[in-house]
């Protein structure tokens, strides 16, 4: 089957990952591809842009450059960049033309390094997957690059894979600080540049971007992690226990059947069919239209590569769907269609339609009411 | 982050063959351009099928989106493995076949976008038009491109003003027929060039309501292109049909309106009317904008005007206080007005140079920006909010801009809303 679109949206590619996850961390980014491609990720993918400002750049690939081989002008435009701008890190990421053209990133990052003294490090995207991937792996990167262990902080959690992608900029982040620190629980935000990442008890992992850091670090420095977002008053409450864990935790959802399924961001809808268990008796599946983790598959879930997939499959199983408004579009039309907005998917479409459900119960009633 | 202000180069030192080195590039948030999706949509009954991989294909599917037409836009997703297995034209030919195939109804035309890996691996897309065209009989195709990276031979933005016409078959020839081409904003119809072309005679894919409009288009005896852009679309449609074409390029000199206008009669072999009223006109409408605005310093930039160096020669000349100009590099067709504005302390600014993200800060309280750029970074409120000229033409043009300056000096605009929408004109989902 052709993976084609006949009317819904892509998710944001694995370069906007990369961009969107270290948006808030002080450094520069620099996607190798052609003068306004930055256009798509800074409009449809990032709410920040207009609000403050960060170093995210484009190389402004010609094909000259791409037939000639002429790496410099990249690593001289980025030095000349960092020389003026003094960021904390460098991230070099790519793009289709890149990959096609075999571009040796690592060489040039370690290039850029030398020329710099600044941390530099790249992520090999190719503008062929989504987001999850490449914020996966910069994430990854980003906290091998920076971060020293010094010393165990007790009782102190990174939050591992936040972005507006999958949690907007309407308080999610805050509610989740919140929610710790009103306990008397220390909160490192992975968004934020920390070079103590390393030191944390535990790491909450709330999204699938950031499974590749949460795993690196429990295998390299035994740092336990759960995945799962505090969305209701009781998942809230199961994710406080998150300092008396000594071991990986994903969500245990056991429904076998169901015709109430949820599309989205796979951690943020596994979180959200098991609020809906917890606080309302829902039964719900979820539909993985992106990467997930196996562990933290139910019976009833589906996994989807195409549209066309994708649709016949609610066609044949769904009554009660929540998804982003542009689902709706293949979505059977006697099905229950209940609206959430997701950032990644349709960009600033539905962005002030985006509920905050973090730690409230009443936002989940609205969202299936 | 403001750390320091981006540098700006004196217009009297500056090197018009090169204004500023290349280098990293920032995007401001100024939407307000148009790009391939806004203008292939211009083309009734179309569909667009882009192919592209994923990070290609976002932006071009939430610009779709948010004007409110995405059910005229789909895409065939190229992966990573695709664009190594030798796959590439096949996958175009099945992928707009299988969405060609679950569409309820038949698109008239499809305009068939392949991107910067499909010319940089040398795709036959005639191979593959010819197999869909063999297919499709009832279909009208064309080649369509999304290659930024490959912008040195022809721009896309260039590439698609000719292919948007590219489906307009030569019909018997109706000598009255005259038709505007390559333009993104609907064709200015109070303007005084309408004192020699007959109004009922005048076209533009803008007054195209079917495919049937737009392939009447093909009667067309005379074709007017007023933008740089569209230059080449024009030259080429014409040469195609065997029909003429005029360049009769969008100005804020009198003079060059002048010699637009007494070349478009001399071809129609009709007498030059006398303009001095419109000149009139538009020489006391800038008069009250001058009373209104005074010296307030003012930013002209690149994407409201094709020439914003004319236009700022202009305001100078009518005793505006022009101090910045925003522009990556000079339009040729402005050198003279460049030449002539060096006498003036004027201030040009890149619109992506990376420090061009600390914005500009100035001494003055209050900056009147002509354009989005301007206005986003100068982080004025009071700013014109046009595009392209807003499609405007000859003395007429004058005499709007010179309202809409006042207007803007004189009521801020929440600037941060204006400058989030896309596609200047168009409508939009966005609140």
């Known amino acids: ?369 | 982050m403001f750390k320091e202000n981006p540098l700006p180069v004196k217009i009297s030192q500056a090197n018009k063959a090169k204004l500023f080195d290349t280098g990293l590039e920032y995007n401001p948030p100024a939407r307000g351009g148009w790009n391939i999706v806004h203008t292939g949509m211009l083309l009734p009954e179309a569909r667009e099928i882009f192919v592209c991989p994923q990070g290609c294909l976002r932006g071009v599917i939430l610009t779709a989106a948010e004007m409110g037409t995405l059910d005229r836009l789909s895409s065939v997703v190229v992966s990573e493995e695709e664009m190594f297995d030798g796959s590439l034209e096949e996958n175009i030919a099945e992928g707009s076949a299988d969405i060609l195939d679950r569409l309820e109804k038949k698109p008239s035309a499809v305009l068939l976008y392949i991107s910067c890996i499909h010319l940089f691996t040398g795709c036959d897309i005639e191979n593959v038009l010819s197999r869909l065209r063999e297919r499709y009989p009832d279909i009208d195709f064309t080649d369509c491109y999304m290659t930024p990276t490959m912008r040195e031979e022809i721009s896309p933005d260039v590439k698609m003003r000719i292919q948007l016409y590219s489906l307009i078959k030569p019909l018997k020839e109706n000598k009255n027929i005259i038709t505007l081409v390559g333009n993104d904003m609907p064709p200015d119809t109070e303007s005084e060039i309408f004192d020699i072309i007959e109004r009922e005679n005048f076209r533009d894919i803008h007054f195209c309501n079917t495919y049937s409009d737009y392939l009447s288009l093909g009667e067309t005896s005379l074709f007017i292109t007023t933008r740089p852009s569209a230059k080449q679309s024009g030259e080429i449609l014409a040469q195609r049909l065997g029909r003429k074409h005029l360049y009769l390029p969008v100005s804020f000199n009198f003079e060059n309106i002048e010699k637009n206008y007494s070349l478009l009669c001399t071809y129609l072999g009709v007498l030059k009317p006398d303009f001095t009223p419109y000149k009139e006109k538009a020489l006391k409408a800038f008069e009250k904008a001058l009373a209104t605005i005074g010296d307030t310093p003012i930013v002209v930039d690149f994407l409201a005007v094709a020439r914003p160096f004319e236009l700022a020669h202009l305001l100078c000349e009518q005793g505006f206080n022009v101090k910045y100009v925003i522009a990556d590099a000079l339009n040729p067709e402005e050198e003279e007005s460049f030449e002539k504005l060096k006498k003036y302390d004027i201030d040009i600014y890149p619109s992506v140079n990376v420090n061009m993200i600390h914005r500009v800060q100035t001494e003055y309280n209050k900056i009147l920006s002509i354009g989005q750029k301007g206005a986003f970074y100068f982080e004025t409120d009071f700013f014109v909010n046009m595009v392209y000229e807003d499609g405007l033409y000859g003395y007429h043009a004058l005499c709007r801009l010179a309202l809409l300056m006042e207007d803007a000096f004189l009521n801020p605009k929440d600037r941060n809303k204006v400058l989030k929408y896309k596609g200047h004109f168009c409508s939009s989902c966005l609140n």
């Open chain 1, 1 to 369: 089957m052709k993976n084609t679109l006949k009317i819904i949206s892509c998710y944001s590619a694995d370069t906007a990952g990369v961009c969107s996850i270290l948006y808030e961390m002080g450094g520069m980014v620099v996607v190798h591809d052609a003068s306004g491609c930055n256009s798509t990720y800074s409009t449809h993918d990032e709410p920040r842009w207009s609000k403050y400002p960060s170093n995210i750049f484009i190389s402004a690939l010609t094909e000259r450059d791409a037939i000639m081989g002429r790496d410099e002008t990249l690593t001289d435009n980025t030095v000349k960049a960092a020389k003026e701008l003094e960021p904390r890190f460098i991230c070099l990421c790519g793009s289709p033309m890149p990959a096609l053209i075999g571009t040796d990133f690592y060489a040039l990052a370690s290039e850029i390094e030398k020329k710099t003294s600044i941390p530099t490090f790249s992520v090999a995207t190719t503008g062929t997957y989504s987001y999850i991937q490449g914020a996966g792996l910069a994430l990854k990167e980003f906290i091998i690059k920076t971060s020293v262990y010094k010393k165990r902080e007790e009782n102190t959690v990174n939050i591992l894979g936040y972005t507006p992608l999958d949690l907007y900029i309407n308080g999610q982040k805050e509610r989740i600080v919140k929610l710790f620190e009103d306990k008397g629980i220390k909160v490192n935000f992975s968004s934020e540049y920390s070079e103590n990442i390393l030191n944390a008890s535990h790491n909450l992992v709330v999204s699938q971007s950031g499974m590749e850091a949460a795993k690196y670090m429990w295998e390299n420095y035994d740092i336990p992690y759960m995945c799962a977002l505090p969305i209701g008053e009781k998942l809230s409450k199961f994710v406080l226990d998150i300092p008396n864990i000594k071991e990986p935790v994903f969500l245990e959802r056991n429904t076998a059947k169901t015709s109430f399924y949820i599309l989205g961001e796979s951690l943020f809808s596994q979180s959200l069919a098991k609020a809906l268990s917890l606080e309302e008796g829902i039964d719900a599946g979820v539909v993985y239209t992106l990467e997930k983790e196996d562990r933290a598959v139910a019976p009833c879930d589906y996994t989807t590569s195409t549209e066309e997939d994708t649709e016949n499959f609610l066609k044949e199983k769904a009554e009660n769907i929540i998804a982003d408004p542009i689902y709706k579009h293949i979505s059977p039309v006697n099905a229950k269609f209940m609206s959430l907005p997701h950032f990644a998917f349709s960009g600033r479409c539905f962005e002030h339609n985006i509920p905050n459900l973090m730690c409230d119960d009443h936002a989940l009633k609205e969202v299936i009411k």
